[in-house]
């Protein structure tokens, strides 16, 4: 598989088999994270693997502290967002909802119990950076979580990043020992597809190349 292959290919994962994802596999991925450029090489990733009984004991924290906390999802904005941003949300949610509706679970309800529970994945990623550095380094993370990605898809793994449960951030890190020192930045669920679930089947439209491109010539 070519990187372009994989981009196209790559899509958010949100059921996961009941099979385990090797050790060394998980180490492949992470070491290909590690690869990514940063600002003057400080590689400011930093990544917390876990799986097992480690990881059921995070996600039952986690649906605990939801339950009382409640998080959502959204853009995080203090401002509206222009209208064609928020349209191209609204696409997704056409795309997304009908499969959803195939559960019978209400449509927030399923991305906020899924995210507390990396969506039944086997592993969890969790993604953090020293809070020494400055958010402006939140670019370099970006770049490695891609090529996280990346090659998972590669190696026949499928991904879900996850950004409701950082709002848990404290938690997290009690439940794994994370200095606190560290930000929790973002959660991937990491594992092998279900390809038979309806909320597997789903991947929204990218916007056409004049929408993101400006040529000055």
């Known amino acids: 598989m070519d990187v372009t292959q994989a981009m196209k290919q790559r899509k958010s994962i949100r059921n996961y088999l009941d099979k385990p994802v090797s050790r060394s596999d998980i180490e492949a991925v992470i070491r290909c994270a590690g690869l990514a450029p940063s600002a003057i090489n400080l590689q400011p990733w930093e990544y917390v ?30 401002e509206p967002l222009p209208e064609k941003v928020t349209n191209r949300s609204r696409n997704a949610l056409k795309i997304m909802k009908p499969q959803i509706e195939k559960l019978n679970l209400p449509f927030n309800q399923f991305i906020e119990q899924g995210s507390c529970s990396f969506y039944g994945a086997p592993v969890g990623i969790i993604v953090l950076m020293d809070k020494l550095f400055p958010k402006l380094r939140y670019l370099d993370i970006g770049l490695s979580v891609s090529y996280l990605l990346l090659a998972a898809e590669e190696k026949g793994l499928s991904t879900c990043p996850i950004g409701l449960i950082t709002e848990y951030g404290d938690d997290i890190k009690d439940v794994l020992n994370i200095s606190e ?12 597809a279900d390809e038979t679930a309806p909320e597997n089947d789903v991947k929204p439209d990218r916007e056409p190349l004049k929408e993101i491109l400006t040529w000055y010539e």
């Open 49 to 78: 693997v876990t799986y097992g009984e480690e990881k059921d004991r995070l996600i039952r924290r986690l649906k605990k502290v939801h339950a009382m906390k409640a998080a959502s999802c959204g853009p995080g904005t203090a």
């Open 181 to 192: 020192e560290k930000d929790v930045l973002l959660a991937i669920a990491l594992g092998y």
